[in-house]
């Protein structure tokens, strides 16, 4: 064969020198540098030492049980007072909303109240032009009048033809006519006295008052227009009654038999807080409707706040917190212990350093803390955050919640916003 060349003979001794450190890093031994140091084929091989050992624990089977342990951050669950309530979104409504219209067709003389200002009840709003009205009154007062002078006479002629009757000297027809003379008379005194009557009644509605006290809108009308009467007329002005005032809302269907528990035992009791503002009113449900609307399987129901400073505004939106009762010994976790698996809800606790998982059925959650039904019983070490990481019987390290600002210790790992 003919003789290699150089360049062949360089690449050869190329490959030969990174098989020779291939195989020195695979056994572990340290690879001399420059490999020049050590002669080219006088490299004295060394046995490689065995692996150690892979020593068995409780976290896992085979190669698991080398898995550092889980940084976990743990709470306890706690018994305490929890109180069972609904949360929902109502309208503010008012008790009484009355569309004040004319009861007569007249001129607007005089608007005596200020636009959105309040009213009392009884208080003047509109004069109108009431004149004809006054001089009709007067008319009949004076037909009245007449009629008594008219029956002044009759009763006069009456005892006279009495008098004339004891002595003979007047025939019975003549009596007769006289006391109906007088009895007509009486008839005509009392049907212009009721027409009298009658015309002050129409004259009062030549004043509108107010029919409830509340919060006045803006007039429909001003002075010199003319007030008509009739469904379709034009509203003079709508009053709201503000104080005491209705929310309403509505709850799913299931909540009834609780709601009316609490009411017949006088622990319900609601929070309202208008959107926007961070007052809150309290008040007690006064109205549960009679029927349960079949298309959204809700219920509407009432509640009455008093509201002397106004604090719900008819048609607002605000946020209602109902309150039915308070247990006093319910079983808390935090919410974000609770875990959703295949089976259900389920923690993470901690015993032993050992992380176990448990099946719990949630009952409710209020604020930050979700109410056991059963699976706990108070005083377990929960989980709340690095259940990601965690499996059955896995080891943790507990990291209190007022270190959350630190780092975990090195080889350790924590797994943030884990908890559903």
């Known amino acids: 064969m003919a003789r290699l060349s150089f360049g062949r003979l360089a690449l050869f001794s190329a490959a030969g020198i990174l098989a020779v450190g291939a195989a020195l890093h695979y056994t572990g031994r340290p690879i001399p540098w420059p490999l020049d140091q050590v002669p080219f084929g006088k490299l004295v091989p060394t046995q490689a030492k065995p692996p150690a050992p892979v020593a068995a624990t409780p976290g896992g089977r085979g190669g698991a049980g080398n898995r550092p342990p889980v940084t976990v951050v743990t709470a306890k669950a706690e018994r305490r007072a929890m109180p069972v309530r609904l949360d929902a ?44 009205a006054e001089a009709l009154i007067k008319q009949s007062e004076a037909s009245v009048a007449k009629d008594r002078a008219s029956l002044a006479s009759a009763e006069t002629d009456l005892r006279r033809a009495e008098e004339l009757a ?5 025939t019975d027809q003549r009596l007769d006519t006289a006391r109906t003379q007088v009895a007509t008379l009486k008839a005509a005194i009392r049907g212009g006295e009721a027409a009298v009557e009658a015309l002050k009644v129409q004259l009062s509605y030549y004043t509108i008052l107010a029919p409830v006290s509340g919060r006045i809108g803006v007039a ?36 009834l038999p609780d709601i009316r528990a ?37 219920i509407q ?14 048609g607002a939106l605000c946020q209602v917190r109902v309150t039915l009762r308070v247990d006093p010994e319910a079983v808390t976790v935090p919410r974000e212990a609770i875990q959703t698996g295949q089976n259900g809800s389920f923690v993470f606790i901690v015993e032993d350093g050992l992380a176990r998982a448990r099946t719990v059925v ?26 990601l990481l965690l499996t059955e019987g896995a080891r943790t390290i507990e990291r209190n919640r007022d270190r959350g600002g630190q780092s975990p210790p090195p080889n350790q790992t924590s797994q943030r916003g884990s908890a559903g």
Request: negative net charge; charged residues 20%; without cysteine.
């Open 89 to 132: 979104i109502g309208t503010v409504q008012a008790i009484s909303s009355v569309n004040v219209r004319s009861r007569v067709d007249t001129q607007i003389t005089e608007v005596a109240f200020k636009d959105g200002g309040y009213v009392k009840k009884g208080d003047v709003l509109f004069r109108l032009d009431s004149r004809l």
């Open 301 to 314: 129901i009432r509640a009455s706040f008093e509201n002397a400073d106004e604090t719900l505004w008819p």
């Open 362 to 387: 949630v009952d409710r959650t209020v604020d930050d803390r979700v109410v056991i039904a059963s699976g706990l019983s108070g005083g377990e070490t929960v989980v709340v955050d690095g259940q």
């Open 166 to 170: 004891k002595r003979d000297f007047a």
């Open 220 to 255: 429909g009308l001003k002075e010199g227009n003319i007030a008509k009467t009739g469904d379709n007329s034009t509203v003079l002005v709508t009053i709201n009654q503000t104080d005491p005032i209705y929310v309403a809302f509505a709850v799913a269907q299931r909540h």
């Open 262 to 298: 609490a009411m017949a035992a006088g622990t319900a009791v609601v929070q309202a807080t208008q959107q926007g503002g961070a007052k809150s009113a309290e008040g007690t449900i006064a109205v549960v409707d009679n029927l349960v609307d079949a298309t959204t399987g809700t």
